[in-house]
């Protein structure tokens, strides 16, 4: 568990540096989101690898919400094929853009 402990550690490092250099674009080109939009982060088919979803698994192993996870999708109309709509606190900051 340790190591997937410093796995997810070093997955949100390359986050972070991801988003300081979105951040750092984005303010450079003066491309700015709509305030408070969240359609980016509403977007139901973005696609993930099993190690980018590392630190949110181990969220939710940590908060006791991998049961509940697991009975949503096992009482999903098409089990393996649509996904649930669980509202969890994702691990990532969203970071507001400057205006």
């Known amino acids: 568990?340790?190591?997937?402990?410093?796995?997810?550690?070093?997955?949100?490092?390359?986050?972070?540096?991801?988003?300081?250099?979105?951040?750092?674009?984005?303010?450079?080109?003066?491309?700015?989101?709509?305030?408070?939009?969240?359609?980016?982060?509403?977007?139901?088919?973005?696609e993930v690898s099993p190690l980018e979803m590392l630190p949110f698994a181990l969220q939710l192993n940590n908060r006791g919400a991998v049961l509940i996870l697991c009975r949503s999708i096992s009482m999903a109309p098409n089990p393996g094929v649509q996904s649930p709509h669980v509202t969890l606190k994702s691990p990532w900051p969203i970071q507001q853009s400057p205006h």
Do not use: H, T, W
Not at 17 to 44: D, I, M, R, T, Y
């Open 1 to 46: 568990m340790n190591r997937l402990r410093e796995l997810s550690s070093q997955v949100m490092d390359v986050y972070q540096s991801l988003s300081q250099e979105f951040s750092a674009f984005q303010s450079s080109q003066s491309l700015n989101c709509v305030e408070k939009c969240g359609a980016c982060c509403n977007k139901p088919d973005i």
